[in-house]
């Protein structure tokens, strides 16, 4: 990827931050008749999804995204190597490199960047950028953290997430060019004595990842256990409550930055830092929201179409994610609108005792991330307080996925020492069923003592 093409993106970005909303819309409604013309060319996938629903692409110039039938992530896996614009792009290659190439800077064929996830929903997914798409997105990211270097030395980066494999925010992260910066993945599946002893001696001027793994690191300051002086917080991934700000602000003195992005989305929305409210970037994405209301909802499930990904095109794509938006506007200058509230990722930690003492938790997006060739669905059961039970949906040869599953978990449980203190068992099943309370899918249930 050329210098140039970064820049040219940087600048494509950049132009919408001073556009007004009428502005943006244009650019938006330019940008999905743009996608959907590509969709309608090169993907079989979408071409024969419109024409059953009598749609053509004569249809294009008058159509406004309401007018489309949505996808979600079932859809577009049962259909992946239609869907895809580049026909030597195929599901069973896809995941077979993302098992023989855990390194997550890696590129499929030293050219597509390939990220997965099950997200909360128990379906694995996978996610293909092209180099044009991924430069954008990558832009896209820096809309929220600048791209401020430091004068005499690499800027120190720590990055606390799930770090091993091909994660959406990782994969950027080891993306970031090694001659500005300096980076640290801090494994988020490591004990806990060793995120200590590793980010001691590293000395971040930027701590990112997670907001519950900024958390941690928040109340291990506090505790006097690590001391360590950022400058800067960037947090993505799952929720930032408004306790783990506080105690961020507490721990080290700066009100972090929040990001929402997704394997399907990168970055969708991100705060500002002058008044910290999180702004929808639909510049780049057009969203609609599955509401009561349903042609001017604001609030409701999340339909993303990603604007700049041509290679695997998310055209009106329903995710797991609600989000209310607000009616204000922010004083800061950007028009993008803002989000008021979102819910959608509130997954548990899991928590168990080790052996010998003292206790360590898996966090739940190393369990939505968790994938093997072949697992097609999963959820997580704590069904005692040492007992992790994984029900799972499978497809091909039952015995080497369930040998696949295993390998995979006792390499999560050992990076936290609990090999020896959990019991990990697999269940094949036919269906995974929602909470019968609130009819929605839990990914990961905990133990609860009656
Ligand atoms: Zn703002």
Known sequence: MSILSIWQAIQAVKKAESLDTRQVLGLQAHRFRKLLKHAFQKSRFYKSYYSDHGITEADIDGILPGDLPIIDKNIMMENYDDLVTDPLLKQADLERFIKESP???????????????????????????????????????????????MLHRKKRIAFIAATGGHFASVASFYNLPRSLFKLLPLSISSSIEEIREQINRFQPDVITGYASGLNLLAEEQLEGRIGINPREAFCTGDPLTSAFRQRIERAFAINP??????????????????????????????????????????????VVTNLYNYTQPLIRYQMSDEIVMSDKACPCGWSFPVIESMAGRQEEFLWFSKNGGGEDFIHPIVLAEFFVPGLERFQFIQSSPDTLLMKAIVRGEKSSVVAAIREKMNEILSGKLLEQSVRFDVELVDEIRNDAKTGKFRLVVPFVKL
């Open 103 to 149: 390194d997550p800077g890696s590129k499929y064929k030293n050219k597509y960047s390939v990220v997965h996830t099950s997200g909360s929903s128990g379906t694995i997914g996978l996610f293909v950028y092209g180099p044009s798409d991924w430069t954008l997105g990558k832009a896209l990211s820096l809309r929220v953290t600048g791209a401020e270097l």
């Open 257 to 302: 930055v929040n990001m929402y992005g997704s394997s399907e989305t990168m970055t969708l929305a991100g705060e500002c830092k002058s008044h910290h409210r999180l702004h929808l970037f639909n510049d780049w994405s057009s969203v609609q929201l599955l509401g009561d209301d349903l042609k001017s909802a604001k609030a409701g499930q999340v």
